[in-house]
T-cell receptor, first 114, second 111 residues
Framework: ETGVTQTPRHLVMGMTNKKSLKCEQH?????MYWYKQSAKKPLELMFV???????ENNSVPSRFSPECPNSSHLFLHLHTLQPEDSALYLC?????????????FGPGTRLTVL | RKEVEQDPGPFNVPEGATVAFNCTYS??????FFWYRQDCRKEPKLLMS???SGNEDGRFTAQLNRASQYISLLIRDSKLSDSATYLC????????????FGSGTRLSIRP
């Protein structure tokens, strides 16, 4: 496998469910990111991990909980979400958390919260 | 004022035309600038970084104007395959933690 993969590609969940999104990168990168892309809105950076340490949490509600067990894997744990959390969740990686490196995106998980 | 602002378009131009769009940013301390391309229902992919001196990659030219705080993208001899949304990306920090994406400009090339 190459690049950045994400599973599942589509997810429908109720507001009381708990689910997790998974991201895996096969590029040997040291930085990984979660983004949210809602319709008609720009990508919003949610979390940044560099060498498995969380660098940034951009005022994301606690119902989103990231986990980075190693530099190749990133999870986003979801619980008690709201309908307005329905969006495309994109994972990305880059060689370093330098701000100048290209970010490589996964295909995204399209989440619908009922 | 939005931190990164783009004309949403759509820009609808004939094949072979030249098209240009700008992106303005509000933070004068911004250090890194990029254009990403996002096809419909696909993930964003880097088109090109934007350097202070301007840079060209084939039919694509990117320029930075720090004084007026905008970056531009020029596409010459446009192809049908150039149809996509072009995302302006600005970073005001040495890490990616302050990266800001614009909402994107939709470009549609017609035969």
């Amino acid at each position: 496998e190459t690049g950045v993969t994400q599973t599942p590609r589509h997810l429908v969940m109720g507001m009381t469910n708990k689910k997790s999104l998974k991201c895996e990168q096969h590029l040997g990168h040291n930085a990984m990111y979660w983004y949210k892309q809602s319709a008609k809105k720009p990508l919003e950076l949610m979390f940044v991990y560099s060498l498995e340490e969380r660098v940034e949490n951009n005022s994301v509600p606690s119902r989103f909980s990231p986990e980075c067990p190693n530099s190749s894997h990133l999870f986003l744990h979801l619980h008690t979400l709201q309908p307005e959390d329905s969006a495309l969740y994109l994972c990305a990686s880059s060689p370093r958390d330098s701000g100048v490196d290209e970010q490589f995106f996964g295909p995204g998980t399209r989440l619908t919260v009922l | 004022r939005k931190e990164v602002e783009q004309d949403p378009g759509p820009f609808n131009v004939p094949e072979g035309a030249t098209v240009a769009f700008n992106c303005t940013y509000s933070n004068s301390a911004s250090q890194s600038f990029f254009w990403y391309r996002q096809d419909c229902r696909k993930e964003p992919k880097l088109l090109m970084s934007v350097y202070s001196s301007g840079n060209e990659d084939g039919r694509f030219t990117a320029q930075l104007n720090r004084a007026s705080q905008y970056i531009s993208l020029l596409i010459r001899d446009s192809k049908l395959s150039d149809s996509a949304t072009y995302l302006c990306v600005v970073n005001a920090h040495s890490s990616a933690s302050k990266i800001i994406f614009g909402s994107g400009t939709r470009l549609s090339i017609r035969p």
